[in-house]
């Protein structure tokens, strides 16, 4: 990859996103009024003594999946629309490599997914009051690498979509087997050993842990940088496979 260029390929789609006034307020809007829902939804279930709230465990895990569901949605259809028009066919005529246009895509929607959950949080924690024993930037830290791999496994599956509707058809299959199996409707340790098993190949499985460490340690622990460092290896690994499928028009 040539730094120069992927500078300026993140700054371009960086300027691309600013103008977008539908998708800034996707990415900004949507996730505080579904974080008023769950508020409303939890707030007076009862509690037992010394446990964290029911809004206090399932809002930490959905400041997480938030950025995943919306930056694969953004990401999917960005990149196949710049595939169906022929820009990227003539991108691709430019020094512009591969690499340095998908990894320019996860940085420029990462910022974004890192902006988002930043806003997301800091209203969880100060209109909801949300309370976990760790830090409110590590929340934002491991909803920031979840917008990463959102955007990467978003990239990846747009190069099997020819229209829009069938990239949005990949939601329920990258995104819904995720949010049931990361451990928030059943703990994972409870479930079939053959879905354990499938939960332990899918990266938001870890996410979700390490976001429940950072709920029940004041200290970052071993696990929750495992599991930090897993997510991030997971995005690395969706950005370079997107590469090797990315197609220069749809078919």
Known sequence: ????ILAATTGRILRQLRHDR????????VPTVLLTLVYYMYVDRPTPPGQP?????????MLGFFPFII????????MLRERTTGTLERLLTTPLGKLDLLFGYGIAFGLAGVVQSTIASL???????????????????????????AVALGLFCSAFARTEFQAVQFMPVVVAPQLLLCGLFVPRAQMAGWLQAVSDVLPLSYAVEALQEVG???????????DVAVVAGAAVAALVLAAATLRRRSG
């Open 53 to 61: 709230t029911v809004f206090d465990r399932v809002a930490l895990i």
């Open 22 to 29: 539908r998708t800034v307020a996707l990415l900004v809007v």
């Open 71 to 78: 930056m694969f949605l953004v990401t999917s259809i960005a």
């Open 1 to 4: 990859m040539n730094p120069r």
């Open 216 to 226: 029940a340690h004041a200290e970052p622990t071993t696990t929750m940088w495992r």
């Open 123 to 149: 209203v969880a924690y100060r209109v909801f009051g949300l309370d976990t024993a760790g830090s409110l930037w590590l929340v934002v830290l491991i909803a920031g690498l979840n917008a990463v791999l």
